[in-house]
Nanobody
Framework: QVQLVESGGGLVQPGGSLRLSCATSGFTFSRYAMRWYRQAPGKERELAAGITTTGEFTSYAVSVKGRFTISRDNAKNTVYLQMNSLKPEDTAVYYC?????????WGQGTQVTVSS
């Protein structure tokens, strides 16, 4: 049974930091590119960050580049998103995604709220 379980979301003040985790099971994690998406209220889901299978290459949305860092630990089957210098516009539900060919798995999401 494939599972992706996000954690680490919460309420943080502007300028603060959070670290999201996505623990996975039920598939060969090291074969999958991993991504973090986010969806703000009333907006479409957008790709925030991605990482290749070995972690050699990463990519970021313009809106988060320089503030967010995606990483993975293939021994722990987990992907992370370190979020620094958070802004109110980062408020969204953050989703973990695993992609390998036609196989496309999603977590249930974790809420991040940036507010004073």
């Amino acid at each position: 049974q494939v599972q992706l379980v996000e954690s680490g979301g919460g309420l943080v003040q502007p300028g603060g930091s959070l670290r999201l985790s996505c623990a996975t099971s039920g598939f060969t994690f090291s074969r999958y590119a991993m991504r973090w998406y986010r969806q703000a209220p009333g907006k479409e889901r957008e790709l925030a960050a991605g990482i290749t299978t070995t972690g050699e290459f990463t990519s970021y949305a313009v809106s988060v580049k320089g503030r967010f860092t995606i990483s993975r630990d293939n021994a722990k089957n987990t992907v992370y998103l370190q979020m620094n210098s958070l802004k109110p516009e980062d408020t969204a539900v953050y989703y973990c995604n695993a992609l390998f060919g036609v196989h496309d798995f999603w977590g249930q999401g974790t809420q991040v709220t940036v507010s004073s």
